[in-house]
């Protein structure tokens, strides 16, 4: 199972980890939704189930429940800062096409 994380992910990450002052690391996954079939989750874990794996990359531990492992095979997360935009970009290769918003994808 690889995911990774391009330095200015882990660096976010870590930075809203650290205001945020709790935390195990950050909860990836899929769920149903969306003009393509299906949309990112992204949020903070406080906690790790007994199903989750968890890959640990540059200092940070991403969370992906056992659901969601095949949809992220190989993804790597990034964020970027376009003009007055910023916000966290996937590069996932399974991803075979996407809604013309970003806002889902098929595989």
Known sequence: MSISLTESAAQRIQAFLASRGKGEGLRLGVRTSGCSGMAYILEFAD?????????EDKGVKVIIDGKSIIYLEGTELDFVKEGLNEGFKFNNPNVSSECGCGESFHV
């Open 47 to 55: 906690t790790i189930n007994e199903e989750d794996t968890v890959i």
